[in-house]
Each structure stands twice: as C-alpha cells, then as structure tokens.
Nanobody, 125 residues
Framework: QVQSVESGGGSVQAGGSLRLSCAASGRTFMWYTVAWFRQVPGKQREFVAGISWNGGSTYYGDSVKGRFIISRDNAKNTVYLQMNSLKPEDTAVYYC??????????????????WGQGTQVTVSS
C-alpha cells in the first residue's frame, strides 16, 4: 500500500510562491497517477493538479491553471507542486494522493487513495 507524505506548506503573502512535496512511503508511486487536492473547512475537496504515471501528461483545475506546475521525480518517489502567484483563495489544506489503478489518468477524488495527512497553505492579502 502506497502512503503519501506531504510537506512544504506554510504562510506566504499574496503573489508569493511555495513548493509542496509529496513523498511516497511503502511501495512506489512509479506506475500511478498522482494528484493534488485541496480543502477548506466546510467545503468539498477540490482537484488542483494531476500528473500521469510517467509524467507525460499534466492537468490542472481551472482555478490554478497558469499559476501552478506539477512535476514528478520517480527516482525519488516524489511529486511536487510549484505554486506561483498565490492568492488568498488558495488558502487550504493541500493533500496528495495516488490513483487506485495503475496507468490511469483521473481527476476524480474517488479514484484516489493513499491520502496523506495534508499540509496547510495560508496566503495573506
């Protein structure tokens, strides 16, 4: 069972940048799409970005397109989320997760498992 461990969250002013990391423990991310989601209290978890198992395909939620970049290093079993031009509405707990099925590309929360504990991102205006 792959487990995810997120890190890199913190507080930043609007317009700033942060880079989140998601490390796999247990087995490997290698054959799995990995995605980032975020959640604020009282709201549903929102898809942020996903990257296919080989890094050949990346896709983003509309609210972060052009500002966030997802990447992966399979040799390090790690997926990254570079967040630029941050806005106060990006404030949330960010989670990463691995697809339950190998070599599938999805953005549906229910297709993912091995959720991490989350990392808080706070953007002040």
């Amino acid at each position: 069972q792959v487990q995810s461990v997120e890190s890199g969250g913190g507080s930043v002013q609007a317009g700033g940048s942060l880079r989140l990391s998601c490390a796999a423990s247990g087995r490997t991310f290698m054959w799995y799409t990995v995605a980032w989601f975020r959640q604020v209290p009282g709201k549903q978890r929102e898809f942020v970005a996903g990257i296919s198992w080989n890094g050949g395909s990346t896709y983003y939620g509309d609210s972060v397109k052009g500002r966030f970049i997802i990447s992966r290093d399979n040799a390090k079993n790690t997926v990254y989320l570079q967040m630029n031009s941050l806005k106060p509405e990006d404030t949330a707990v960010y989670y990463c997760a691995a697809d339950l099925i190998q070599r599938r590309t999805s953005s549906r929360e229910t297709d993912f498992g091995s959720w991490g504990q989350g990392t808080q991102v706070t953007v002040s205006s």
